[in-house]
């Protein structure tokens, strides 16, 4: 089984593009996901997950999350590779986002009557 379960803080406000064959909407992210332990000078660090969401998902994101907004979100993890222009192959992996649930302050929450997991 591929599941995988994060809950993190976006980097950056999330954009909302559209695929050119099919007009297909997504939205390209990086959440901060805190590690569970503190590093050695007693500070807690993160982990910079990619993330993809299709559809209307993806305009409900972009719509009312931003920079700083905590998301959980739960999908499977995608991986492959490629060559970059010098031949050298490089590795990527991105979560596909699947269901979602905004955390953040009470008026994000209020403000979102659409119902993510539909």
């Not at 590093?39 to 559809?55: E, Y």
């Amino acid at each position: 089984m591929n599941k995988i379960i994060l809950v993190g803080r976006f980097i950056k406000d999330p954009e909302l593009m559209y695929t050119e064959r099919d007009n297909k909407a997504y939205t390209k992210f990086i959440i901060a996901v805190d590690r569970t332990f503190k590093s050695l000078d007693g500070t807690r660090k993160a982990d910079l997950i990619p993330v993809i969401v299709w559809g209307k998902k993806a305009e409900v994101i972009c719509k009312y999350m931003k920079k700083g907004s905590s998301i959980s979100i739960s999908g499977r993890l995608r991986t492959g590779s490629y060559e970059d222009k010098d031949g050298n192959k490089k590795y990527i992996a991105e979560v596909i986002g699947e269901d979602l649930k905004f955390l953040g302050d009470r008026r994000t929450e209020h403000s979102n009557k659409e119902n993510l997991n539909s």
